[in-house]
């Protein structure tokens, strides 16, 4: 800070001397017998609405002429001092040329020297000599300013001025290189306790300690700036601040850089006391940062680690040390030292990782900061320590495995330590997962126990999250390493128990693993060799009743020891029902002919049960001759078997025979009427697609013309019922084109294509099968009647309202010739099709299409009259064009009127719907004065006024 940055001082004398001065001349004016106050005539105080502002140079005039005056000695002192501050006051405020500036500034020197000359004991002297030596200073006088602060502070050693002074005075001698006398000056500042300038005089100071090489007391008073600077001894804004410790810290790294850095910065720390108390933490680490990042900036690396390190080792306890760990391990890796990263971040884990002190006693703030890097660290070190285990000799595994585990549960411990939440980064981390390798790990390193309970507590868990394996993958290790265990030969009863234990909760709990099929089969196959039959009946269903996917070969195996089991034990209804069971998988020649033997055998037993009657008897021989196939009696036994089905009502049951009697039989004379049975049990089952289909075989197939035909029309409508639309509309477009006879089926076939075509949007298919609607009904007339009359009828209706759409879509347009004709076309089409329908007499449809016929003429005129006019007609022209559209669209609103007065004379028929009233509606529109009379007068009105 210069000394013309404080001006503030100067500004309270002067107005001290304003004061005083102002007092001098009025004692003056008392001395020269003017006018006194109580001289002056009264006036009306209530004028002085308020004191009028006296400018400066009111003053500076009015202090002119006193002086001129010739006022007392003393008067004209105060005023000669009262002027320099004036013109000093004025000069600082405004904004001069240089060269006027520079003038002005001599002429306050000038102002000052005579003061000082003429007047050398006034108490305002200080105040003088300050601002002399300031102006000399703004003149560029160096010398003459310093001259001036050496008077100052020798005349006045205990000036307000005083720190200022000496700061100046100090700021000439460092500038002149004179660092001792500059050293003097500021220490001399830090004495006077000046608070505005105790930061710059300090940090000056060490600058003039650095430039004599006295590194260490450099160092101390920069260290002692920046203890200023964290205690908030000054408090310039934060942006301030901020900048002054950058600079105060990068000087400081500069000396430290000088010395033994880390080792002179360690001992500076311990050298300078922070007043009474320790330094903090967050200071201390800012030091060793920025001399870290000032000697990599000169590319001195390995001094600069050496900074990191030393913090570290003596703050290892701290969050902060952990930071600087980790700017160590950055550097490597930026520096492509992989060999160092590694043995930085193994320094890391072991510094602050589950197994050290700083985790012990760290809050849950610092925790969360490392747990990232911990995470980061140790998975790479377990999982790269895994995959050497890997592929390593089996001879050297084991070793390898057992030191990986420690890695594996230090990871766990830090993931899921209490005192910290889920944070995102352990998002990326999976705890099962890991547990799953570090079970991995202790089966590698022979840990069997370990590794059991681990695979165990995974395999059987609530709740899983993993993606490395399955709680299924999991508990069949389990499984495998407890059967490993079970059958070693020093086996003991609690491992063979235990392996028993974990087959049946893999099976119970992980049916869907592709092995506990074949695990249940294995405890199955265990009661077998025991004889214990009733077990083996009980297990059974475990394996036979597997939930998808399923192996076959494992369910047959399981369903022969049933059966063999159901035999040993005498239960031979049961005993066949499994057989025959089994008989339907695929199975070796061999085990078939044996179990087709034992069927066979099953079956006889129970012929030969006492008091059994003939009919149950019956049944038995008839399930006997379908075990062979061969049997001559088989095919009669099972269509009776049929026939008594159905009459008990087992349709079902009678349908599945019936296939199987129709494919095992194709060439039986049986099989008509079997098929006809078929049909009628698909029927009374309700199940109309398989219904139809057989009914399209019958029409296909079927020698007789009209079984054909009445197979073909029940299968469309079985079809239709089915919801199978597609094969429905085959099915009636097939009958209808092959069928015209008999009439009134025909046109219900043609009915219904026109109703599934209009599900599927095709238009097209419609109208044609409308028009055969319409052209069989007209050729078939003496074979209609009203149902056939009224499909007829609404299908011309329907294509009238087509050609109506085609009709209102053709604009009249030049040339009107071509265009009114292709209009006219549609129109006559249109009311031919609408005729046609009203011919049939369908009352509800004829008000409709005498309507649409009137509309038709109607919306003719008005296309007419609304037709583009031909381009280049003159106003005489155009109103003849215009009187001949007229002419052209009256008789057509003619018709129109005439039609919809048809219409309403339906009413006298007693009939009314929309279509009569919408006609009347639009008579009243076209004719208000018979039809819409109030309206009419209104009009008139309207005319009239």
Request: aromatic residues 10%; contains cysteine.
């Amino acid at each position: 800070m210069s000394l013309f940055q404080l001006r503030q001082p100067a500004l309270l004398v002067s107005l001290s001397l304003c004061s005083a001065l102002l007092a001098g001349c009025a004692s003056e004016q008392r001395l020269m017998a003017r006018p006194g106050l109580a001289d002056l005539p009264a006036f009306d105080q209530s004028i002085l609405q308020q004191a009028p502002a006296v400018t400066e140079q009111q003053l500076d005039k009015l202090y002119q002429q006193i002086l001129a005056l010739a006022p007392a000695e003393a008067t004209r002192q105060k005023i000669l001092y009262r002027l320099s501050q004036l013109h000093t006051s004025q000069l600082e405020r405004q904004t001069l040329p240089a060269a006027q500036e520079r003038d002005a500034l001599w002429q306050l020197v000038q102002r000052y020297q005579q003061l000082l000359s003429e007047y050398p004991q006034d108490p305002n002297n200080e105040l003088i000599r300050y601002q002399l030596a300031r102006s000399y200073d703004l003149l560029g006088e160096q010398q003459a300013c310093l001259d001036q602060l050496t008077i100052l502070l020798q005349q006045y050693p205990d000036s307000a001025f005083a720190a200022e002074a000496w700061f100046r005075l100090a700021d000439i001698y460092y500038s002149r290189a004179a660092y001792d006398q500059a050293l003097q000056g500021y220490l001399a500042v830090l004495q006077t306790g000046e608070h505005s300038l105790q930061a710059q005089a300090r940090y000056m100071a060490g600058w003039s300690y650095f430039k004599q090489q006295q590194f260490e007391r450099a160092d101390e008073q920069f260290l002692q700036l920046l203890d200023s600077l964290y205690s908030d001894a000054i408090t310039p804004a934060d942006d301030s601040r901020q900048s002054i410790q950058q600079e105060v810290l990068r000087t400081l790294s500069i000396s430290l850089s000088y010395q033994a850095q880390a080792d002179s910065l360690t001992a500076l720390i311990e050298r300078v006391s922070f007043k009474g108390n320790q330094r903090p933490l967050p200071m201390v680490a800012q030091l060793y940062q920025a001399l870290a990042d000032f000697l990599l900036e000169k590319q001195l690396a390995a001094a600069a680690l050496a900074s990191y390190a030393a913090f570290v080792e003596r703050y290892p306890g701290s969050v902060l040390a952990a930071r600087m760990q980790l700017n160590i391990i950055s550097y490597h890796l930026s520096d492509a030292n992989a060999s160092a990263a590694l043995a930085a971040q193994q320094q890391y884990i072991s510094l602050f990782g589950p197994s050290a002190a700083f985790w012990q006693q760290a809050d849950s703030t610092a925790l969360s900061e490392v747990q990232p890097y911990l995470l980061q660290y140790l998975d790479y070190f377990a999982r790269s320590g895994y995959a050497n285990a890997q592929s390593l000799p089996q001879a050297q595994q084991q070793a390898a495995y057992a030191a990986v585990v420690p890695l594996w549960q230090q990871m766990l411990q830090v993931l899921e330590e209490p005192r910290l939440k889920r944070a995102a980064v352990a998002n990326s981390y999976q705890a099962d997962d890991l547990r799953y390798l570090l079970a991995e790990s202790h089966f590698g390193a022979k840990q069997w126990q370990a590794a059991l309970s681990l695979y165990t507590a995974l395999g059987y868990a609530q709740q899983l999250n993993a993606s490395l394996f399955s709680a299924p993958d999991a508990a069949y290790k389990a499984l495998l390493l407890s059967e490993q265990l079970a059958q070693s030969e020093t086996a003991t009863e609690a491992e063979i128990l235990q392996w028993q234990r974990q087959q049946h909760d893999f099976v119970r709990y992980h049916s869907a693993h592709p092995a506990a099929q074949q695990v249940a089969l294995q405890q199955l196959q265990q009661a077998y060799q025991a004889k214990d039959y009733q077990a083996v009946l009980t297990l059974s269903s475990v394996v036979t009743q597997w939930p998808t996917p399923s192996t076959p070969a494992l369910v047959a195996e399981a369903q022969f020891l049933h059966c063999q089991s159901e035999l040993a034990l005498a239960q031979y209804s049961a005993a066949e029902q499994s057989i025959s069971a089994l008989l339907q998988s695929n199975l070796t020649a061999e085990r078939r002919q044996l179990l087709t033997e034992q069927l066979a055998s099953s079956i006889y037993q129970q012929a030969q049960l006492p008091a059994q009657s003939p009919e149950q008897i019956l049944s038995h021989l008839q399930r006997l001759q379908s075990v062979l196939p061969d049997s001559a009696y088989h095919q009669a036994a099972a269509f009776e078997q049929i026939t008594l089905l159905r009459q008990q009502g087992q349709h079902q049951h009678a349908i599945l025979s019936l296939k199987q009697f129709i494919q095992r039989y194709p060439q039986s004379e049986r099989l008509l009427s079997a098929r006809a049975m078929l049909l009628d049990s698909y029927e009374q089952a309700e199940q109309w697609q398989a219904a139809a289909d057989e009914l399209s075989y019958l029409a296909a197939n079927s020698t007789a013309p009209e079984q054909q035909r009445e197979a073909l029309y029940l299968a469309a409508q079985y079809y239709q019922r089915a919801g199978a639309q597609q094969q429905a509309l085959d099915s009636w477009r097939s009958y209808a084109n092959r069928y015209p006879q008999p009439h009134l089926l025909a046109q219900e076939a043609r009915a219904q294509l026109v109703a599934l075509y209009q599900q599927q949007q095709d238009l097209y298919r419609q109208n044609f099968w409308r028009e055969k609607i319409a052209s069989f009904e007209q050729q078939y007339a003496s074979d209609g009647n009203s149902r056939s009359q009224q499909l007829a009828a609404q299908a011309l209706l329907e294509l009238g309202r087509h050609n109506s759409l085609l009709f209102r879509g053709v604009a009249l347009s030049h040339p009107l010739n071509k265009s009114l004709k292709a209009k006219q076309q549609h129109m006559s089409t249109a009311i031919k099709q609408y005729q046609q329908s009203m011919q049939f007499g369908v009352a509800e449809l004829v008000s409709e299409a005498q309507f649409q016929v009137a509309e038709l003429y109607q919306q003719m005129a008005k296309a007419i009259l609304a037709s583009d006019r031909p381009k280049g007609l003159d106003e005489l022209a155009l109103e003849e064009y215009e009187l001949l559209l007229e002419e052209q669209a009256y008789p057509f609103e003619e018709q129109a009127i005439a039609i919809y007065q048809q219409n309403t004379r339906l009413t006298q028929q007693q009939l009314w719907d929309s279509w009569i009233a919408q006609s009347f509606e639009r008579l009243a529109q076209l004719l208000p004065a018979k039809f819409n009379k109030p309206e009419a007068y209104s009009g008139a009105a309207d005319a009239a006024y």
